[in-house]
């Protein structure tokens, strides 16, 4: 089991949909991050929360919406995907930069 | 972005032999890791080798850096069908992992 919780684990949606991805941690992780993982590629940072502040955003385009409501929890908001979002997205946390606890993933497909 | 190259991209071998990957990056370092995926499942941290250092061991892992090559390598010894999985390397700068392509091992009974 992991200590990073996501949900949900897989996730249909139309193009014209608004969803959203969750992740949780109860490691007292001050920094939070979303990736993104294409089919035997390596993850691609997105997003980087530090103290609940938006750090990094590797110009991720609009309709990827990061929050940060605390501490412990991590949301994507999703709106107005393409085919090409259909991915792996995951969730990690750490305490300083590094070392990063990951999750098990969302697996995003949009029609 | 992707930090750098890792070769093999992909390694089968016999349970009980050794499995080596290589990780080739190309800026300067804090340090570098190594992460393992499974099949579905995130990453798991498996070690970080700080640039000061050019050995590091932890359990059936061995790893080392050269920085004047800006290489590392990551040695399983006696591998068993559990390391099947998706190997990646990584360096980080101020929080940004950037990771390897990856190097897929496969673990045949």
């Known amino acids: 089991d992991t200590e990073v919780t996501q949900t949900p684990k897989h996730l249909v949606m139309g193009m014209t949909n608004k969803k959203s991805l969750k992740c949780e941690q109860h490691?007292?992780?001050?920094?939070m991050y979303w990736y993104k993982q294409k089919a035997k590629k390596p993850p691609e940072l997105m997003f980087v929360y530090s103290y609940e502040k938006l750090s990094i955003n590797e110009s991720v385009p609009s309709r990827f919406s990061p929050e940060c409501p605390n501490s412990s929890l991590l949301n994507l908001h999703l709106h107005a995907l393409q085919p090409e979002d259909s991915a792996l997205y995951l969730c990690?946390?750490?305490?300083?930069?590094?070392?990063?606890?990951f999750g098990d993933g969302t697996r995003l497909s949009i029609l | 972005s992707q930090q750098g190259e890792e070769d093999p991209q992909a390694l089968s071998i016999q349970e009980g032999e050794n499995a080596t990957m290589n990780c080739s990056y190309k800026t300067s370092i804090n340090n570098l890791q190594w992460y393992r995926q499974n099949s579905g499942r995130g990453l798991v941290h498996l070690i970080l080798i700080r640039s000061n250092e050019r050995e590091k061991h932890s359990g059936r892992l061995r790893v080392t850096l050269d920085t004047s090559k800006k290489s590392s390598s990551l040695l399983i010894t006696a591998s068993r069908a559990a390391d099947t999985a998706s190997y990646f390397c990584?360096?980080?700068?101020?929080?940004?992992?950037?990771f390897g392509a990856g190097t897929t091992v496969t673990v045949r009974a």
């Open positions: 490691m007292g992780h001050r920094a």
């Open positions: 990584a360096t980080d700068n101020d929080y940004k992992l950037s």
């Open positions: 990690a946390s750490s305490q300083g930069g590094t070392p990063q606890h």
